[in-house]
């Protein structure tokens, strides 16, 4: 498990869209609308990163709607789209945040994510990825895209980083049921 060390020294999550967050599957619609699939369990561990302080992007080489009202809800601050050169809002972040090469993450699918792969701390993948992505990566997630493969790839930063279990933690409590007016 040698991708778990290089997760311990994370700050920062960046995610591609499409094949990533999605399934990879782009609904046209009859009025030109798009519509894509996200899950809602990735959802959550993203809110989880944002607990444990861990910073999160997106970097899209599509333009779209949907991303931006996704984006907004998970409060991912940082988002890119129609991005062709991935590694230059690669760069744009890290410098923004003053961060280092190895405290970086990066979730692609594709070819066009090769570039930042290669240059970030720990490069991550979802099973269903391009065979060359696949072979760049240092943890290729047992699950697709759209699928839980971003969970799956938050749950292993955060237990790496030791935080899993008091983020998780608040999950287990009992909440008192709310009181009704007789």
Known sequence: MYYSKRATRIKMVIFDVDGVLTDGTIVVGTTGEFMKNFNCQDGLGISLLHKAGIKTAIITGRTSEIVKIRSQELNITEVYQGVANKLSAFHMLKEKYHLED???????DDLIDLPVMLQVGLACAVDNAAYEVKEVAHYV???EGGKGAVREIVEMILKSQGKWDSLIETYFTRQPLLETKQ
């Not at 190895?102 to 692609?108: H, P, R």
């Open 102 to 108: 190895d405290t970086i993450a990066y979730v692609g």
């Open 141 to 143: 997630a047992r699950k």
